[in-house]
């Protein structure tokens, strides 16, 4: 359900086995190993890169993969989650589930019986994260010790996502966010709890110079996340000097230093919203379309890694 049922050397099989899935598609190899499984996708926000990720993966693989919206689950209101989920779990061999609550995600996997990936609650976004790390691995190879500040929300989903996993694989994971924004003490006590016992670290701090100094990557998510969009206005009186730029690229004082986010970003005005709120622009588009962006490798490794996650976990 989040990247806290996973122990490092479970992250490391799955980052290893995504580039391995990776290597294959590249070669054309595609040994079926998902063939007469079914799998539901049941997503009650909205998805590009997740749905695509899974759907292909799956296709990749020979599972068959049903999609299901909002209106046609209708969760707690036609019919209860339980009851729900044991039918699915009878039918289905998983599930792809985005979500609000995390209750939700605990009743299905409660009562379906079947592995469900959380693709996004309100809380967690771990698929995203095994493509972020698989993509840092990527550009630089060892994780342990890397320093990596995530820049913006710091009490979102990426941001506790990011957290929690970063420290399990040893890295210097700095939060750079507004006061108002960082995670709650109980949250960072946990992830502090993870570092010492796992060798990473973690800093939260309003300080750009504090966090961007010697950093290899600088991470970027929307101000505003899904659900939350009646916040811009705040968000933007408590993140505008958190914006990702040149400078702060440069900050980092290294020349190999990346730039990555989830996706979707705000860096230009060629959206509706961003045109109606031209101060919500977490990255320039200097940046995000600069040399240093890692922006779209991160998001194909989207689908090597939600690959990886079906076929070790599918029976
Ligand atoms: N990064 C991510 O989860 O994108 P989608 O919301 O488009 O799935
Ligand atoms: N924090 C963002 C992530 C989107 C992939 C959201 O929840 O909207």
């Known amino acids: 359900m989040s990247m806290r049922s996973y122990d490092p050397e479970e992250i490391g099989t799955l980052l290893d086995t995504a580039a391995q899935l990776r290597d294959e598609k590249k070669s054309r190899v595609f040994p079926r190993r998902l063939e007469h499984r079914n799998i539901a996708m049941v997503f009650l926000k909205p998805s590009c890169r997740t749905r695509v990720s899974f759907l292909v993966a799956a296709a990749d693989e020979g599972a068959n993969m049903e999609s299901f919206s909002a209106e046609e689950i209708r969760f707690g209101i036609k019919e209860s989650v339980r009851d729900v989920a044991r039918v699915l779990g ?21 009562y379906s019986g079947i592995p469900v990936w959380n693709a996004l609650s309100d809380h967690y976004h771990p698929t995203q994260v095994l493509a972020d790390l698989l993509t840092v691995r990527d550009v630089f190879g060892d994780l342990k010790g890397l320093p990596v500040t995530y820049v913006g929300d710091g009490r979102n989903n990426q941001a506790r996502s990011l957290a929690i996993a970063s420290v399990k694989m040893g890295l210097d994971f700095r939060i750079l966010t507004a006061d108002s924004l960082r995670p709650s003490p109980e949250e960072l006590d946990e992830i502090r709890a993870d570092a010492k016992a796992l060798g990473g670290s973690v800093l939260v701090t309003a300080d750009p110079a504090e966090a961007l100094d010697g950093s290899a990557v600088v991470y970027g998510d929307v ?88 076929v070790l976990t599918v029976r």
Not at 90 to 110: K, W
Request: aromatic fraction near 10%.
């Open 90 to 110: 009878r039918v289905f061999e998983g599930i792809v589930f985005r979500g609000y609550d995390e209750a939700v995600l605990r009743t299905l996997v409660e």
């Open 223 to 310: 101000w505003a996340s899904m659900g939350e969009e009646n916040l811009i206005d705040e968000r933007i009186t408590a993140l505008r000097e958190f914006k990702v730029t040149g400078s702060m690229m440069a900050a980092t004082g290294r020349d190999d230093s990346v730039y990555l986010h989830c996706l979707p970003a705000f860096h230009d005005l060629e959206t509706d919203f961003a045109r109606q709120y031209p101060d919500v622009r977490e990255v320039d588009d200097d940046v995000f379309e600069g040399p240093r962006s890692r922006v779209f490798d991160q998001s194909e490794n989207r689908m090597h890694t939600a690959k990886a996650v079906m």
